[in-house]
T-cell receptor
Framework: AQKITQTQPGMFVQEKEAVTLDCTYDTSDQSYGLFWYKQPSSGEMIFLIYQGSYDEQNATEGRYSLNFQKARKSANLVISASQLGDSAMYFCAMREGWGNNDMRFGAGTRLTVKP | DGGITQSPKYLFRKEGQNVTLSCEQNLNHDAMYWYRQDPGQGLRLIYYSQIVNDFQKGDIAEGYSVSREKKESFPLTVTSAQKNPTAFYLC????????????FGPGTRLTVL
């Protein structure tokens, strides 16, 4: 069964506007971590933001914030004030359990920022 | 600087040949991973290792083999048994305990002719 679902294959946003990339997950564990990575055309994977299942506050890192809705099992990434350099693939990922090292990735969303 | 290195960036091999992709890290991480990425797709886990001399199969281990003789190194061999080996291969490492992010290498793009 799919553990991480990203339903938006592609998204477009105007420069300087905010955009939300969707991610839903499936787990029966109480302890888990949710991650977002950015993959530019060069192929490297860049870690953006992390949300723990027990964290009460939504995670924020600069222009990135994670809209964590535990009951709905969603962990959407919000990018504020989009820049042309934000154009890339974005992957949502989950790590279940504590000390369990297996990380599962979604299929990704390709974000294109228009000037 | 600490990080993960993968070499080479591009690799070409003839069909039927085994090929080994290197992955080295100097982050002192216990856990290391190999992923495969096909065009327009997400990452799929091939193998991972939580500690030296130990490793586990991921979702698509068939046709691949690994070794973990040193903490810093986790080479991946793509064997001739792998039916569609042409792909982008990413190596990652992380702290073993807790929910910590994985750090990725720059990847190796393997093309089998």
């Amino acid at each position: 069964a799919q553990k991480i679902t990203q339903t938006q294959p592609g998204m477009f946003v105007q420069e300087k506007e905010a955009v939300t990339l969707d991610c839903t997950y499936d787990t029966s564990d109480q302890s888990y971590g949710l991650f977002w990575y950015k993959q530019p055309s060069s192929g490297e994977m860049i870690f953006l933001i992390y949300q723990g299942s027990y964290d009460e506050q939504n995670a924020t890192e600069g222009r990135y914030s994670l809209n964590f809705q535990k009951a709905r099992k969603s962990a959407n990434l919000v990018i504020s004030a989009s820049q042309l350099g934000d154009s890339a693939m974005y992957f949502c990922a989950m790590r279940e359990g504590w000390g369990n090292n297996d990380m599962r990735f979604g299929a990704g969303t390709r974000l294109t920022v228009k000037p | 600087d600490g990080g993960i290195t993968q070499s080479p960036k591009y690799l070409f091999r003839k069909e039927g040949q085994n090929v080994t992709l290197s992955c080295e890290q100097n982050l002192n991480h216990d856990a290391m991973y190999w992923y495969r990425q096909d065009p327009g797709q997400g990452l799929r886990l091939i193998y991972y290792s939580q500690i030296v001399n130990d490793f586990q199969k991921g979702d698509i281990a068939e046709g691949y083999s690994v070794s973990r003789e040193k903490k810093e190194s986790f080479p991946l061999t793509v064997t001739s048994a792998q039916k569609n080996p042409t792909a982008f291969y990413l190596c990652a490492s992380s702290i073993r305990q807790g929910n910590n992010e994985q750090f990725f290498g720059p990847g190796t793009r393997l093309t089998v002719l």
